[in-house]
């Protein structure tokens, strides 16, 4: 009986270990991060590697001086809670721009980040 505690511990432990590595990460994108694409696309949509919050998570795009061409702040896909995506209203110039994204995963825990992608 005395080595039933231990163990128990470890269990508690590694189980609140799995749940701190639940954070949402990106596992694809489209247009894919760093890729140049021709012409310019009509959305630009991220896949997590776990479901997201609809109302705290945005993805936003930003020309190279800084200035916002997506439309709002996005939304996540009402038939895909892992899809955040955003709208490009008008076709793009040739030139690099930035994902900016962020996201609070079902577990709470928030992850942000950004990557670039070329018009050309
Ligand atoms: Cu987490």
Redesign the pocket.
């Known amino acids: 009986m005395r080595k039933t505690i231990p163990a128990v511990l470890l269990l508690l432990t590694l189980a609140s270990a799995t749940?701190?590595?639940?954070?949402a990460f990106p596992d694809n994108s489209a247009p894919h991060v760093g890729a140049t694409v021709s012409p310019s696309p009509k959305t630009v949509q991220i896949w997590f590697d776990g479901e997201i919050e609809p109302v705290f998570s945005t993805i936003i795009v930003k020309n190279a001086a800084g200035v916002r061409v997506s439309q709002g702040k996005g939304a996540v896909s009402s038939s895909d809670n892992t899809l955040l995506q955003t709208t490009l209203p008008t076709p793009l110039p040739p030139g690099q721009y930035w994902v900016y994204w962020s996201v609070i995963?079902r577990?709470g825990?928030h992850t942000a980040g950004r990557f670039p992608f070329t018009v050309s």
Do not use: N
């Open positions: 749940s701190v590595w639940a954070h995963a577990d825990h």
